[in-house]
């Protein structure tokens, strides 16, 4: 199965996107290995591999989150390896819920450790907890390149510019500001203030 999601996502994502998801695997996997914590190996390299699905031309008309996108696409993928429906759900949140901070970590070991990768892999949260050697490892099988910071930031813009509304209350707001000047972000505080109620 491991083989199949690996070819999926090879075929389908960029370069930069496929190293990225391998990293994130990685980087999930030895922070599960040092809390010792118990995981599927496979459940969670589904999740990795799965997780920016969403962000593909695949998807360049969807409506969705791309999370939502991505945790669909893992979720028919595993049914049709019939895996037990809930490890499938898990999968399904370890990808919808990790551009969402506070909730993963609550969650099973597999939608702990998703989070906890992409975070060490796009913005080095707990960079200092793995050895230099590791992150070595990991990046001299899948490297970063020269411009992964501004590079993912591009293709998570390419992957929801269609679908600004779909940012709110997310932290995919702020890439779409970042990158367009003249995207304007929907003010929680005026959707109450502004609804019909009278008070």
């Known amino acids: ?79 049709a390896y019939a895996i037990a429906e809930r490890d499938v759900e898990a999968v399904w949140d370890a990808v919808a819920l990790h551009t969402t901070p506070g909730i993963p970590e609550h969650k099973r070991a597999e939608v702990a450790l998703l989070t906890s990768g992409v975070e060490m892999d796009v913005m080095g949260i707990a960079y200092e907890q793995f050895s230099e050697a590791q992150r070595d490892a990991v990046l001299a099988a899948y490297p970063r390149g020269m411009s992964f910071k501004l590079g993912i930031i591009h293709a998570f813009h390419q992957g929801m510019k269609h679908r ?36």
């Open 1 to 79: 199965m491991a083989g199949e999601v690996r070819q999926l996502v090879r075929d389908t994502e960029t370069d930069l996107l496929f190293n990225h998801s391998t990293r994130v695997y990685f980087f999930g996997a030895l922070t599960g290995k040092r809390r010792g914590l118990k995981f599927d190996p496979e459940l969670l390299y589904t999740g990795a591999m799965f997780h920016d699905m969403g962000l593909t031309e695949k998807y360049s008309t969807s409506q969705n989150r791309f999370e939502v996108d991505s945790a669909n696409a893992a979720r028919a993928f595993l049914r």
């Open 164 to 199: 600004p509304d779909s940012t709110f209350g997310t932290v995919n707001d702020d890439v779409l500001a970042y990158c367009d000047p003249s995207f304007k972000r929907t003010d929680f505080c005026k959707l109450i203030l502004e609804s019909p109620w009278r008070a």
